[in-house]
């Protein structure tokens, strides 16, 4: 979808797994910006990312919100658990832009509610988990860092969880602290553990420090964790059990990647930081 020319002077953004939940209401939330991006929607198949941008289009088309801004949003098709696949995304990046201005490690997976209804061992579960919100996450930083040292003003933004703060933790009355009853083996219901899912999100919050170490004296660069809080999405394919945790609407958390994109949470690089109402993690500032 393109809305406009001069699509040389825009704000270049790559957001993975955006075609939906929080990564589609960032698109959607940057497409109300009166700043003109190129937004390169990615998706694991090309299919999901071009229907995302004609819902994107429709939605666009009849809200009144938006005037004037002069935005564009291109498929790209990336698989964090794929080197080739990262690889090849940034092939087409590169061949469309010189510099990538910002990029917003959104996709993620949990699979402890899901997993073992669907047959996974606890060593797959945590296997894919892992390689999905940490170590894909990592090759994909890492890959587009080139593009990213192109841009005058380059952010990267990782997507954690509330549920890493270690602090957090000790608050038994947060549903993933609740303790299964006395004995063994112990019985989980369906608001207990996701420690795979936790953990990850704790690593990712240490990709998160170690970019910031290895990117300090290049002063240009902006890092962040980002904690949207407990959000009805897709994640972990149970909306149902998001539901009696009171997960809020995705569009809160867009609306919140977008001001931090545009430098309103400029005076909190290398923290977790989170919208109102969400609980903060315990990064520290460099």
């Known amino acids: 979808m393109s809305l406009g020319p001069n699509t040389e002077l825009k ?3 790559l957001i993975t797994g955006a075609n939906t939940g929080i990564g589609y209401e960032t698109c959607l939330a940057l497409l109300r910006s009166q700043i003109p991006y190129t937004i390169f929607l990615g998706s694991r198949s090309r299919i999901n990312a071009e229907n995302a941008i004609k819902k994107l289009h429709e939605q666009i088309n009849v809200d009144q919100s938006r005037s004037g ?12 658990e794929s080197d080739e696949s990262i690889s090849a995304c940034y092939e087409e990046v ?21 997993g073992p209804k669907n047959g996974m061992s606890q060593r797959e579960i945590f296997n894919r988990t892992f390689n999905i ?17 192109n841009s005058t003003n380059p952010r990267i933004l990782f ?31 369906g608001e207990g553990g996701y420690l795979s899912y936790k953990s990850s999100k704790l690593a990712l919050n240490m990709i998160m420090r170690d ?10 660069f902006k890092v962040w964790s980002i904690n949207p809080g407990t959000v009805l999405t897709g994640l972990g394919g149970d909306k149902e059990q998001l539901k009696k945790w009171n997960a809020k609407s995705p569009d ?21 930081i989170s919208p109102p109402g969400a609980p903060s993690g315990d990064i520290l500032p460099w």
């Open 133 to 149: 919100n940490v170590t894909g996450t990592h090759v994909m930083t890492q890959t587009f860092i080139p593009l990213l040292f």
């Open 252 to 272: 809160t958390s867009g609306i919140f990647i977008r001001n931090v994109i545009e430098g309103k949470r400029d005076d909190q690089v290398g923290k977790s």
């Open 69 to 80: 801004s002069d935005s564009e949003v291109i498929p790209v098709v990336v698989d964090l």
């Open 211 to 220: 970019w910031i170490r290895l990117l300090r004296n290049d002063d240009k």
């Open 159 to 189: 997507l954690t969880s509330g549920s890493a703060s270690l602090t957090r933790t000790e608050d038994t009355s947060f549903s993933l602290n609740k303790s299964p009853g006395p004995g063994w083996p112990k019985e989980e219901d």
């Open 11 to 13: 704000t270049k953004i």
């Open 94 to 114: 590169k061949s469309r832009t010189d510099k990538l201005d910002v990029l917003v490690n959104n996709a993620g997976a949990a699979f402890d509610g899901t």
